[in-house]
């Protein structure tokens, strides 16, 4: 039987986000050498060209009949194609994330900038087979969406005094989790909010309507709220709640690079298991139903994927699988590694996560170089079309034109 607190317990290079190898993307230095990039300015049509951030084709949609047909809200789009061929040579450099703040929100919705929120992984977890994660769901209080909640991300920003200097992207992890899945995800539509601010690029998440979620829906997503409470636990000797309540959150914001893109992002942690050299272990919680032979190439496909690049982004080195039956009941849980799934996947050339960057690094690029300042637009990937359609809008969050007015 392994010795779970021994598999915990490993040297550092167990816990390099990056692996000894690091064949598919580059380590940067905390401080690079390299000066600070200039993008180039945004030409339109007249005076158009082949650099980074070309608008591509402005302002025209194909229509039925075959006739162009002029769209005065489409300021740029980007036809995806297949060129994963060709991204698989390139190797953008991204820099190793690095926590610079952090905040939690209670389940009151009361905001603070510090980690009350923040739990710490139960390693007993990993006995617990059989248990049942449909406990406590006639009491389960689901989370309740800010319609404006980029203004906790950006209070922090201002209450720790980060500057943004020479920062391209200001985002949530959600954003850059849809560019770089779309890499291989061709199928899942979604959009987001663009504001360029001084220089710098708000993204605001934005979601697609959904239609109604059934019984069986529920339940399945309170599962994966169930287990992160029968994982994790506060650092005090504080009674734990009765209920399972979505809306308290903790929070990370974490200053990277990739490419030529200096990006601060937010991240949702779901708990920690110790310190190294300083630093907090943080720990990806998932849940997934139990594999079998039919289902293991799926789940590394597609799962597998999405697990990869929402644990890579945040610098977080290990993930804490539950595997459930159709039920709701544990049959085992499972320590991944965020540097080892990529050498998993690659036996079956599944997936590459050099891809993934090099495809963010072209979009962010192509989206930078397409803005104007104090300008909204609404970026919006179209799987029917499989190209990225940046179009005009007239609404810019309340919490972006406060944040704005209030930097000195």
């Known amino acids: 039987m392994v010795d779970?607190?021994?598999?915990?317990?490993?040297?550092?290079?167990?816990?390099?986000?990056?692996?000894?190898?690091n064949?598919?993307?580059?380590?940067?230095?905390?401080?690079?050498?390299?000066?600070?990039p200039e993008l180039p300015q945004f030409i339109w049509p007249s005076g158009n060209s082949n650099f980074r951030g070309n608008p591509g084709h402005l302002g025209r949609q194909q229509s039925r009949g075959g006739r162009q047909r002029y769209d005065d809200k489409l300021v740029a789009d980007m036809k995806l194609g297949n060129n994963l061929e060709t991204l698989s040579h390139k190797c953008p450099p991204f820099q190793e994330p690095c926590e610079i703040a952090c905040y939690s929100r209670t389940t009151d919705g009361n905001v603070y900038f510090?980690?009350?929120?923040?739990?710490?992984?139960?390693?007993t977890v990993f006995q617990e087979i059989g248990a049942d994660l449909n406990v406590g769901y006639e009491t389960f209080v689901e989370k309740v969406e800010d319609p404006d909640g980029f203004s906790d991300l950006l209070d922090c920003l201002r209450g720790k005094n980060i500057p943004l200097d020479n920062i391209h992207f200001v985002t949530f992890r959600n954003n850059l989790n849809k560019i770089m899945g779309t890499a291989y995800n061709r199928s899942e539509p979604w959009e987001m909010g663009v504001h360029k601010r001084r220089g710098t690029v708000y993204l605001d998440v934005r979601k697609l309507p959904e239609g109604p979620c059934d019984e069986r829906q529920?339940?399945?997503?309170?599962?994966?709220?169930?287990?992160?409470q029968l994982a994790t636990e506060h650092e005090t000797s504080e009674v734990e709640p009765d209920s399972v309540d979505a809306n308290a959150e903790y929070c990370v914001l974490i200053r990277t690079k990739l490419g030529a893109h200096r990006i601060i992002m937010g991240a949702e942690i779901d708990c920690y298991d110790g310190m190294r050299d300083g630093k907090r272990q943080y720990i990806e919680l998932k849940t997934s139903r139990e594999l079998d032979s039919r289902t293991v190439e799926r789940f590394q496909r597609d799962k597998l994927l999405k697990f990869w690049?929402?644990?890579?982004?945040a610098g977080v080195s290990k993930i804490v699988c539950a595997f459930r039956d159709d039920n709701g009941y544990i049959m085992r849980t499972e320590i991944m590694r965020t540097r080892e799934i990529t050498q998993r996947v690659k036996e079956r050339n599944l997936w590459q996560g050099g891809v993934c960057l090099a495809f963010a690094d072209q979009v962010l690029?192509?989206?930078?170089?397409?803005?104007?300042?104090?300008?909204?637009?609404?970026l919006r990937y179209n799987p029917q079309s499989d190209r990225l359609e940046l179009r005009k809008a007239d609404f810019c969050p309340q919490s972006?034109?406060?944040?704005?007015?209030?930097?000195t």
């Open 4 to 21: 779970i607190e021994e598999d915990y317990n490993v040297d550092a290079y167990d816990d390099d986000l990056f692996g000894a190898s």
């Open 400 to 407: 972006i034109t406060n944040h704005v007015n209030e930097l």
């Open 218 to 228: 529920r339940r399945m997503m309170y599962w994966g709220y169930s287990f992160e």
């Open 365 to 378: 690029c192509w989206l930078y170089g397409s803005v104007k300042e104090n300008e909204d637009y609404l």
């Open 114 to 123: 510090d980690d009350r929120c923040l739990r710490r992984l139960r390693h």
């Open 23 to 36: 064949e598919d993307y580059c380590n940067c230095q905390a401080t690079s050498p390299l000066p600070i």
């Open 309 to 313: 690049i929402q644990s890579f982004l």
